[in-house]
């Protein structure tokens, strides 16, 4: 269990994060999502103990992470930028490893070099970007780690490793209950695999919740009347976003479905559509909301 | 078993509950069989094993299943409970068929023919949900 309690972290006069609060329970994917700059490696980066908080808490099963080695054996943290020594290879690497990490699994690392299929004697840093990010993740996983803490891990993947990746650190969830937090811009990938969001914003935590319950609240409406357009509709319902689209109208509605259904209903419409929001979408009229708006640029 | 179409919009857990419920109404899954396992079908569908234990969860709410504590979760052998909301969406839904039917020209008559075709051809609620 990962508990954050309004924690801030400043560099010099730049405000990384400003009191942002999670949780992350034991077995559980959550998904670190926002604007650049937002400071979610900043939050990695806090979470593996590489940064000291400010102020506020940082725990990791109710300990301190900062400086806290019995915390940080059990903790991976694959950061955006990978680092390896200089002339190490992959085997040099997992020796490593295996001495400093007591619960290294030397049968898990053989059994994963079938899966990376990568020759072990190379030296890690004439790899590609991709190749250097799985012998990262070949690693992490063979440490066995009960949290991973991953920014940006699919990254420079092709799709074939992407997949293989993400069914083995799933597998990870189900049979160990490893808790992951990961960022990513991917937001069709987390959609996959997270079972809870957080949207991080100019070092302030927007929403967090329950991906399911999260696309439960917000709706996509499409309607259309074969007449006008009932003015009482715009008035009486509470839209984040409408767009008129010729004779269609197009709402952005928060509320239950049920609810919607039935309130749109009484217009009589003549064509109504109610679709859920992929989290692409949230993520962009929740960020809309803040002042931080797709505006096309003409030229 | 299951193929679930990851550029959908609806959730993943929706799109679970109902390719289950629909190989359970149509008989591909048996009365008392047992469900895969959440460890399993996680890593087969490299799915959130949260999420997938929340679409059973789901399953047994509404009747579908039921779990036995150590062994896993099992299709109930017939649907009891309460159907009237679903009942209902699949209601608009035919509405919205017919409606489209006969704007591109099916007379009323041949949709009803139709309708008794299908009927007939059903034998024991086994139909295409």
């Not at chain 1, 999502?33 to 908080?53: C, D, E, F, H, R």
């Not at chain 1, 066995?144 to 083995?168: A, S, T, W």
């Not at chain 2, 009365?31 to 087969?44: G, H």
């Not at chain 2, 509404?62 to 099992?74: E, H, W």
Request: charged share 25%; net charge negative.
């Amino acid at each position: 269990m990962i508990e954050v309690e309004r924690v801030s972290k400043q560099f010099q006069d730049l405000e990384a994060l400003r009191e942002v609060s999670l949780a992350v329970h034991k077995g559980s994917v959550y998904g670190l999502v926002g604007s650049n700059g937002a400071g979610k490696t900043t939050m990695l980066k806090l979470l593996a103990g590489i940064y000291k908080p400010d102020s506020g808490n940082l725990m990791i099963d109710s300990q301190p992470v900062f400086e806290n080695e019995a915390i940080k054996t059990r903790c991976v943290f694959i950061p955006d930028i990978l680092y390896f020594f200089l002339n190490y290879t992959i085997q040099d690497m997992a020796d490593f490893y295996a001495n400093i990490y007591p619960q290294w699994n030397n049968q898990r690392y053989l059994k994963l070099a079938n899966v990376f299929n990568i020759e072990v004697k190379r030296r890690i840093r004439t790899l590609s970007k991709g190749m250097q990010r799985q012998v990262a993740l070949w690693l992490g996983l063979a440490l066995m780690p009960d949290v991973m803490i991953l920014d940006e891990p699919l990254d420079g993947l092709d799709p074939v490793m992407r997949q293989k990746v993400k069914n083995l650190i799933i597998q990870d969830v189900a049979e160990r209950e490893m808790t992951i937090i990961i960022s990513s811009h991917n937001l069709r990938e987390l959609e996959d695999i997270c079972d809870y969001i957080g949207i991080l914003h100019q070092g302030k935590m927007l929403i967090q919740k329950d991906f399911d319950d999260l696309r439960a609240d917000v709706h996509k409406i499409q309607v259309a009347f074969s007449g006008e357009i009932p003015p009482a509709l715009l008035e009486q319902t509470q839209t984040l976003y409408h767009e008129q689209r010729g004779s269609v109208l197009i709402l952005i509605v928060r509320g239950a479905y049920s609810e919607i259904i039935s309130h749109m209903q009484s217009y009589n419409p003549a064509v109504l559509d109610i679709l859920p929001l992929t989290l692409e979408e949230i993520f962009i009229y929740e960020m809309g909301d803040n002042g931080y708006e797709i505006k096309n640029i003409l030229y | 078993m299951f193929e679930l179409d990851l550029r959908s919009r609806a959730p993943i857990y929706e799109q679970l509950v109902d390719k289950i419920i629909e190989l359970i109404i149509n008989n591909v899954l048996k009365p008392d069989e047992q469900l895969p396992s959440v460890r399993v079908l996680s890593s087969e569908l490299t799915i959130n094993p949260n999420t997938i234990q929340k679409a059973y969860r789901e399953l047994e709410y509404r009747g579908y299943i039921y779990s036995l504590p150590g062994k896993g979760s099992f299709v109930k052998p017939a649907v009891s409970g309460d159907n009237t909301a679903r009942l209902q969406s699949l209601e608009s839904e035919l509405a919205r068929i017919i409606a489209e039917m006969r704007y591109l020209g099916m007379p009323p008559g041949e949709i009803v023919t139709r309708v008794n075709d299908l009927l007939s051809k059903d034998k024991g609620g086994k139909m295409n949900d």
